[in-house]
């Protein structure tokens, strides 16, 4: 996030128009770019980077070698004809990706103000209103630009749109707590009850998260997420103790988000690791899995969905 003469822009990487799995409705999702989570299992994994960053694809590449020239680190090279990238080398210009005819760098993040996101948003208003949807900004961890977040929430409830935040719940109260005011629902991320087998998967502890889970739920009316993985959060315990807190919180609605193995080729066109497989296992959840977890979800009186 950053000032842009006197307006907030926010480093957004994605808008997504036609979401139906990000709250209720149809909806446009805002997609902010940064998160302080690693979780292993994450389908955005352009999302985590705080930076502009590239994303290369081979397909899209025809050897033009304009990249070559564009680049002051000394970061591409060609063997056989073939663009490569040394990240190591890389600092993120975006040199590259301007000039690249055909789309082969593609830029990740883009800094734009309040007004003109709110702007595209606005676009699908008809769609918002025949179908119950309206906005999610999620991320990353849209938290992490929290001043952004709050105003362009602020603005969209001022236009008569409903608000979602999608969030992992780990970020500083005060700042969660203004976002809450322009906020009609929460989507909240609880990938496991357990404080350590939660920082051990996620690299963060989970207490604030719980804290500030109970905080939203005083504020706001929130529906609980959990990403179902196989190997970390699965056991009957850990879907119970979730059950409980849902019902503690007084959770509209549980969504159960089965991970897959979808997102392995962006880790690769990243330059990063795809580390999910071995930190978790390589099995997706299966229907016997979901079913136990909709049964224990059902024995508490709890409301659920699956993907949303
Ligand atoms: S982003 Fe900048 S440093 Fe990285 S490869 Fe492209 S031009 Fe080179
Ligand atoms: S500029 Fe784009 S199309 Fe040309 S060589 Fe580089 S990546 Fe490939």
């Not at 990063?272 to 299966?286: H, K, Q, T």
Request: net charge neutral.
């Amino acid at each position: 996030m950053k000032a842009s003469g006197h307006e907030l822009t926010g480093l957004v990487f994605n808008i997504q128009k036609f979401a139906i799995q990000d709250g209720p409705g149809i909806r446009t999702t805002v997609f902010m770019k940064g998160c302080p989570l690693r979780c292993p299992w994450c389908s955005n994994p352009e999302g985590m980077g705080s930076a502009p960053e590239i994303m290369p694809s081979e397909r899209k590449c025809i050897a033009c070698k304009q990249c070559l020239e564009a680049c002051a680190s000394d970061a591409i090279s060609f063997r056989a004809g073939i663009r490569e990238i040394d990240w190591a080398l890389c600092s993120g210009c975006l040199a590259c990706a301007e000039v690249c005819p055909s789309r082969a760098l593609e830029a990740v993040g883009e800094y734009k103000t309040v007004d003109e996101t709110l702007r595209i948003v606005e676009r699908d208003r008809d769609f918002y209103e025949t179908s119950g949807g309206g906005v999610t900004v999620s991320g990353g961890e849209a938290l992490l630009q929290w001043e952004f977040v709050r105003d362009l929430l602020k603005k969209c409830q001022q236009a008569g749109l409903h608000t979602a935040l999608d969030t992992t719940g780990y970020c500083a109260w005060e700042s969660m707590q203004q976002v809450l005011r322009h906020t009609d629902l929460v989507l909240f991320d609880v990938k496991h009850t357990d404080p350590d087998r939660h920082r051990v998967k996620t690299g963060v502890p989970n207490d604030q998260i719980l804290r500030n889970l109970e905080g939203a739920a005083s504020m706001t009316k929130v529906w609980l997420r959990v990403p179902i993985v196989r190997g970390f959060n699965d056991s009957e315990p850990n879907m119970h103790s979730t059950a409980e807190l849902a019902v503690r919180v007084g959770a509209e609605k549980v969504s159960l988000l089965p991970c897959h193995h979808w997102a392995r080729d962006k880790y690769r066109r990243l330059g990063r690791c795809y580390e999910s497989e071995a930190a978790v296992g390589g099995a997706e959840p299966n229907g016997q899995m979901l079913s136990r977890w909709q049964e224990i979800l059902c024995s508490h009186g709890l409301a659920f969905g699956v993907g949303n």
